[in-house]
C-alpha cells in the first residue's frame, strides 16, 4: 500500500478525489491500493459465496469491495476491506457503511500485509468490529480475531478446517472450498 499525498487529507475531501483505482484513507493520509491478483479474487468469491448462501433470507448481508467503512465519523479515516458483514441497517450508506460491521474479512498481499496485520487489527479493535479475520493465500490459512472484553482472542485455521463465524449463530467456513487453486484448470 503506497502512501499517495503528503498533504492532510479530510473524509470529505478524499470521498471527492478523482483518482485512477482505489484508495484507502488513514489518518488523513491518501494510499493507493494495488490491484487484486486472480488468487486474491478467488479467494474473495468462494468466501463470498459461503457467507451469502448462509445468509438468504436472514437479516444480515454481505458485501465485497469496493465497500467503504468509516468507523468513526470523528476521524478522517475511511477502509475498502475485502469483504464486510452487515447486520445493523442503520449503518449502510450509499458508498459503504459508518460505524463499526459485525464482521470484517482482509485478503493479504505483499502491499498491504502490514497495514492489514497491525495497523488495521487496531482500528477494527478500538471501533469494535465483532470478528476480523486476515485471510493468508500465500499460507492458506485464516487467523480469526474475535473480540472479547474489548480485545481480540486469536483463533487460527489451516486450510483443511471448517471455521466458524461466530457472529453469525450456525455459519461454517469450508477452508478446503476457500483454498483451493482453481487456477491449475487453465492454460
Given at each position: 500500500m503506497e502512501q499517495k499525498q503528503e498533504q492532510y487529507c479530510t473524509y470529505e475531501q478524499w470521498l471527492d478525489l478523482d483518482v485512477e483505482g482505489r484508495t484507502e484513507l488513514i489518518d488523513g493520509q491518501v494510499y493507493m491500493m494495488a490491484d487484486p491478483t486472480s488468487r486474491h479474487q478467488e479467494i474473495q468469491t468462494a468466501l463470498i459465496v459461503q457467507l451469502a448462501v448462509f445468509l438468504e433470507g436472514k437479516p444480515c448481508q454481505v458485501y465485497a469491495s469496493p465497500f467503504g467503512v468509516r468507523l468513526n465519523q470523528n476521524e478522517d479515516t475511511a477502509f475498502e476491506p475485502d469483504i464486510v458483514v452487515l447486520?445493523?441497517?442503520?449503518?449502510?450508506?450509499?458508498?459503504?457503511?459508518?460505524?463499526?460491521?459485525?464482521?470484517?474479512?482482509?485478503i493479504l498481499s505483499p502491499s498491504t500485509e502490514k497495514n492489514d496485520?497491525?495497523?488495521?487489527?487496531?482500528?477494527?479493535?478500538?471501533?469494535?468490529?465483532?470478528?476480523?479475520?486476515?485471510?493468508?493465500?500465500?499460507?492458506?490459512?485464516?487467523?480469526?480475531?474475535?473480540?472479547?472484553?474489548n480485545k481480540y482472542n486469536t483463533t487460527i485455521y489451516f486450510e483443511k478446517d471448517i471455521a466458524p463465524v461466530q457472529v453469525l449463530h450456525g455459519c461454517e467456513v469450508d477452508l478446503s472450498l476457500v483454498f483451493k487453486d482453481v487456477s491449475k484448470g487453465f492454460s
Open positions: 447486520c445493523d441497517h442503520s449503518k449502510r450508506r450509499d458508498r459503504g457503511c459508518e460505524g463499526a460491521p459485525d464482521m470484517i474479512i482482509e496485520r497491525v495497523l488495521k487489527h487496531e482500528k477494527y479493535m478500538k471501533a469494535a468490529v465483532r470478528e476480523y479475520w486476515i485471510v493468508d493465500p500465500v499460507n492458506n490459512q485464516v487467523t480469526a480475531n474475535r473480540l472479547i472484553d
